[in-house]
C-alpha cells in the first residue's frame, strides 16, 4: 500500500533529492570538515587523555586499605552471623505464603525504589517532608539486608564506591565531627548518608538490564506527571515572583513554574537530569510504539522546562543534548550547533528576553545577586578552605550573619555546590566528589561500547549527558540546597553505577 500511494512516493523522491543536495552542499563539507578538525583536537586534548586512562590502580589501593576491609566485614556481618542459622531452618519457611511474599518482594526491591522515587517526584511541596527520604531508604535497607541473610548469592556492591568517593564519605563525616555547630550539622548527614546508601541500594539490587529499564520508566511517568501539572500551572496562571525575575529585562513574562517542588529552579534542575533518559528508552526500545509512547511521554516535561524560567538548567539541558549527541553520534554536533544558533531568534518572545539577559550581567539582578553573595562570604572562604564550616547551609547562614553583608540578608548558600561543598567539608571533600563524579563519567563513556547490550550502551550514555548537565548547573545554583533535587542526583549516579556493573558482568576481573 505504501509503495502504491502516489503522495507518499512523491514525498520520498523530494526526501531523496533534499538529502542528495543537502549531501554535497558546501555547507555540509564545512561541518563535516569541523567535525574532524574537533575530534583530533579533542583526541589530542588532556580530557581525552584522562578518558582514556586506566584507574583500576586506585580501587586496588583502596581494597588494600583497612578501612574498606573494615568496611566490607560490617556490611556483610548480618549474612556471617545469621545466614548459617537461617540455612538450617530454611526447610520450616520455603513453604508458607509469608516466605514466599518476602521472596517477590526482595527479588524486585528496584521496583519499591523506583516506585519511591516516582512518588518524590510528583507529591507536592506541603505535603513532602524530608524525613521521608531516610525512612524509605533505610526500609528498603533493612530489606536488602534481609535478603543477604536468606539467600548466600546477593551481596552488597562495594565496587559501586571507589577511592575517591571513600574520602568524600570520611570528609562528609568528618564534617559533622568537627562542626563549628554540630547539632545543626546532624539532618544534613542524615541527608548525605540516606543518598549514598540510595546509590548502594540501586546497585546492588538491580541484577539485569530489564530490571534497570524497569526502575527508569517507572520514575519517568512520575516526572512526566510533573510535567503535565508544571504545565496545568502555566495555563493557570503563576504569580510572578519579583525576587525570581528582573521585571525591567524580562517585560511580559509569566510567573515561573515550579510543579510539584518548591521552586522553579529546583523543578528545572530535575527535569534536566531526568530528560536524557527519554532519549535512552526510545533509542533502546525495538518497538515502535514504545519509542512514541514515551516520545509522547517526554513531551510535557521538555515544554515544562521552557516555562521554569530556568536560564541556568536551559545551559544545562543544552550540555546534556550536546554530550548525549556526541556520545550517540559525534558527526552530527556541529549540525545540532548550527541548528540551534539558527532557531534561537524563533524562540518565544518571553524565554528569548529571559535568555538573552545572560548577554547582560551587569545590568541583571540575579547574576549580580550571585556576585555580591561571593563578596559577601569571602571572609570565610579565607578563613575555612582547608577545614570547612561543617555540614549544611544552617551553619553556612550562622557563620555569615557574622559578616558584612552585600546582600539585604545573610545568603543562605553560596550558588555554587563545588564552592558549598569546600565551604562544608573543606577542599579536600571537594576535591574527591570532583574525583569521584568525573571518574563516574570516565567510566560510563568508556563502557558504552564495551556493552553488547543496548539498553546498557544507551542508559550510560543518558547518565553520562544527564551528570555533564547538571554539573555545568552547579557552577550557578547549590542544587542539592533542595532535598529532592539531592535525592534524584544521587538516584541518577546509582543508576549509572548499576549499569556500569552490569557492563562489566561478564567480565568480572575488571575493576568499575
Given at each position: 500500500?505504501?509503495?502504491?500511494?502516489?503522495?507518499?512516493?512523491?514525498?520520498a523522491?523530494?526526501?531523496g533529492?533534499?538529502?542528495?543536495?543537502w549531501k554535497?552542499?558546501?555547507?555540509?563539507?564545512?561541518?563535516?570538515?569541523?567535525?574532524?578538525?574537533?575530534?583530533?583536537l579533542?583526541?589530542?586534548s588532556?580530557?581525552f587523555?584522562?578518558?582514556?586512562?586506566?584507574d583500576?590502580?586506585?580501587?586496588?589501593i583502596?581494597?588494600?586499605?583497612?578501612?574498606?576491609?573494615?568496611f566490607?566485614r560490617l556490611?556483610?556481618m548480618?549474612?556471617?552471623?545469621?545466614?548459617?542459622?537461617?540455612?538450617?531452618?530454611?526447610a520450616?519457611?520455603?513453604?508458607?505464603?509469608?516466605?514466599?511474599?518476602?521472596n517477590?518482594?526482595?527479588?524486585?526491591l528496584?521496583?519499591?525504589?523506583s516506585?519511591?522515587?516516582?512518588?518524590?517526584?510528583?507529591?507536592?511541596?506541603?505535603?513532602?517532608?524530608?524525613?521521608y527520604?531516610?525512612?524509605?531508604?533505610?526500609?528498603i535497607?533493612?530489606?536488602?539486608?534481609?535478603?543477604t541473610?536468606t539467600?548466600?548469592?546477593?551481596?552488597?556492591?562495594?565496587?559501586?564506591f571507589?577511592?575517591?568517593?571513600?574520602i568524600?564519605l570520611?570528609?562528609?563525616?568528618?564534617?559533622?565531627?568537627?562542626?563549628?555547630?554540630p547539632?545543626?550539622?546532624?539532618?544534613?548527614?542524615?541527608?548525605?548518608?540516606?543518598?549514598?546508601?540510595?546509590?548502594?541500594?540501586?546497585?546492588?539490587s538491580?541484577k539485569?538490564?530489564?530490571q534497570?529499564?524497569?526502575?527508569?520508566?517507572?520514575?519517568?511517568?512520575?516526572?512526566?506527571?510533573?510535567g503535565?501539572?508544571?504545565?496545568w500551572?502555566e495555563?493557570?496562571?503563576?504569580?510572578l515572583?519579583?525576587?525570581?525575575?528582573d521585571?525591567?529585562?524580562?517585560?511580559?513574562?509569566l510567573?515561573?513554574?515550579?510543579?510539584?517542588?518548591?521552586?522553579s529552579?529546583?523543578?528545572?534542575?530535575?527535569l534536566?537530569?531526568?530528560?536524557?533518559?527519554?532519549?535512552?528508552?526510545?533509542?533502546y526500545?525495538?518497538?515502535?510504539?514504545?519509542?512514541?509512547?514515551?516520545?509522547a511521554?517526554?513531551?510535557?516535561?521538555?515544554?515544562?522546562l521552557?516555562?521554569?524560567?530556568?536560564?541556568?538548567?536551559?545551559?544545562?539541558?543544552?550540555?546534556?543534548?550536546?554530550v548525549?549527541?556526541?556520545?550517540?553520534?559525534?558527526?552530527?554536533?556541529?549540525?545540532l550547533?548550527?541548528?540551534?544558533?539558527?532557531a534561537?531568534?524563533f524562540l518565544?518572545?518571553?524565554?528569548y528576553?529571559?535568555?538573552m539577559t545572560?548577554?547582560?550581567?551587569t545590568?541583571?539582578d540575579?547574576?549580580?545577586?550571585?556576585?555580591?553573595?561571593?563578596?559577601?562570604?569571602?571572609?570565610?572562604?579565607?578563613?575555612?578552605?582547608?577545614?570547612?564550616?561543617?555540614?549544611?547551609?544552617?551553619v553556612?547562614?550562622?557563620?555569615?550573619?557574622?559578616?558584612?553583608q552585600?546582600?539585604?540578608?545573610?545568603?543562605?548558600?553560596?550558588?555554587?555546590?563545588?564552592l558549598?561543598?569546600?565551604?562544608?567539608?573543606?577542599?579536600?571533600?571537594?576535591?574527591?566528589?570532583?574525583?569521584?563524579?568525573?571518574?563516574l563519567?570516565?567510566?560510563?563513556?568508556?563502557?558504552?561500547?564495551?556493552?553488547?547490550?543496548?539498553?546498557?550502551?544507551?542508559?550510560?550514555?543518558?547518565?553520562?549527558?544527564?551528570?555533564?548537565?547538571?554539573?555545568?548547573?552547579s557552577?550557578?545554583?547549590?542544587?542539592?540546597?533542595?532535598?529532592?533535587?539531592?535525592?534524584?542526583?544521587?538516584?541518577v549516579?546509582?543508576?549509572?553505577?548499576a549499569?556500569l556493573?552490569?557492563?562489566?558482568?561478564?567480565?568480572?576481573?575488571?575493576?568499575?
Amino acid at each position: 500500500m505504501y509503495y502504491d500511494s502516489f503522495v507518499l512516493a512523491g514525498l520520498a523522491r523530494f526526501a531523496g533529492f533534499v538529502t542528495i543536495l543537502w549531501k554535497y552542499s558546501y555547507i555540509h563539507k564545512i561541518l563535516q570538515w569541523l567535525g574532524r578538525k574537533s575530534m583530533l583536537l579533542f583526541s589530542s586534548s588532556r580530557i581525552f587523555g584522562f578518558l582514556g586512562r586506566d584507574d583500576s590502580r586506585s580501587m586496588d589501593i583502596l581494597k588494600e586499605s583497612s578501612i574498606y576491609r573494615l568496611f566490607e566485614r560490617l556490611m556483610n556481618m548480618p549474612h556471617i552471623l545469621l545466614g548459617g542459622l537461617f540455612a538450617g531452618k530454611r526447610a520450616v519457611f520455603e513453604g508458607s505464603f509469608a516466605y514466599k511474599l518476602y521472596n517477590k518482594i526482595t527479588d524486585n526491591l528496584h521496583i519499591l525504589i523506583s516506585l519511591f522515587l516516582f512518588i518524590a517526584l510528583v507529591v507536592p511541596h506541603d505535603f513532602w517532608l524530608n524525613k521521608y527520604n531516610t525512612a524509605v531508604v533505610l526500609a528498603i535497607l533493612l530489606l536488602f539486608i534481609l535478603k543477604t541473610i536468606t539467600d548466600s548469592k546477593v551481596k552488597f556492591f562495594l565496587k559501586a564506591f571507589d577511592l575517591f568517593f571513600f574520602i568524600f564519605l570520611v570528609a562528609v563525616v568528618l564534617a559533622e565531627v568537627f562542626s563549628l555547630y554540630p547539632d545543626l550539622s546532624l539532618r544534613f548527614l542524615a541527608f548525605y548518608l540516606t543518598c549514598f546508601l540510595l546509590v548502594l541500594l540501586l546497585a546492588s539490587s538491580v541484577k539485569n538490564s530489564e530490571q534497570l529499564a524497569d526502575t527508569i520508566e517507572i520514575i519517568l511517568v512520575g516526572l512526566t506527571m510533573s510535567g503535565l501539572y508544571g504545565i496545568w500551572q502555566e495555563i493557570k496562571g503563576v504569580p510572578l515572583i519579583p525576587s525570581q525575575v528582573d521585571l525591567d529585562l524580562n517585560e511580559g513574562m509569566l510567573g515561573r513554574v515550579y510543579s510539584a517542588f518548591d521552586n522553579s529552579n529546583n523543578f528545572a534542575e530535575i527535569l534536566i537530569m531526568l530528560l536524557p533518559f527519554y532519549a535512552a528508552v526510545i533509542f533502546y526500545s525495538k518497538g515502535i510504539l514504545k519509542k512514541l509512547l514515551f516520545l509522547a511521554l517526554a513531551a510535557p516535561s521538555l515544554v515544562a522546562l521552557s516555562f521554569t524560567g530556568s536560564r541556568s538548567s536551559w545551559i544545562g539541558i543544552v550540555i546534556a543534548i550536546l554530550v548525549f549527541t556526541f556520545l550517540k553520534k559525534k558527526a552530527i554536533v556541529p549540525l545540532l550547533i548550527v541548528a540551534g544558533i539558527l532557531a534561537f531568534p524563533f524562540l518565544p518572545q518571553s524565554i528569548y528576553r529571559r535568555a538573552m539577559t545572560l548577554f547582560n550581567p551587569t545590568a541583571d539582578d540575579s547574576i549580580m545577586y550571585r556576585i555580591d553573595i561571593y563578596k559577601t562570604i569571602w571572609p570565610m572562604i579565607k578563613d575555612y578552605w582547608f577545614t570547612g564550616l561543617g555540614l549544611g547551609n544552617d551553619v553556612f547562614v550562622k557563620m555569615g550573619q557574622n559578616l558584612y553583608q552585600y546582600t539585604k540578608q545573610a545568603p543562605i548558600h553560596s550558588h555554587n555546590v563545588y564552592l558549598q561543598i569546600c565551604m562544608e567539608t573543606g577542599v579536600i571533600g571537594a576535591l574527591a566528589f570532583i574525583g569521584y563524579i568525573l571518574g563516574l563519567i570516565k567510566k560510563a563513556v568508556k563502557s558504552i561500547k564495551r556493552s553488547g547490550d543496548p539498553i546498557i550502551a544507551n542508559i550510560l550514555v543518558a547518565g553520562a549527558a544527564s551528570i555533564s548537565g547538571i554539573l555545568v548547573v552547579s557552577l550557578f545554583e547549590y542544587v542539592w540546597f533542595y532535598a529532592r533535587v539531592m535525592l534524584i542526583f544521587w538516584a541518577v549516579v546509582g543508576l549509572v553505577t548499576a549499569a556500569l556493573k552490569l557492563a562489566y558482568d561478564e567480565r568480572p576481573e575488571r575493576n568499575i
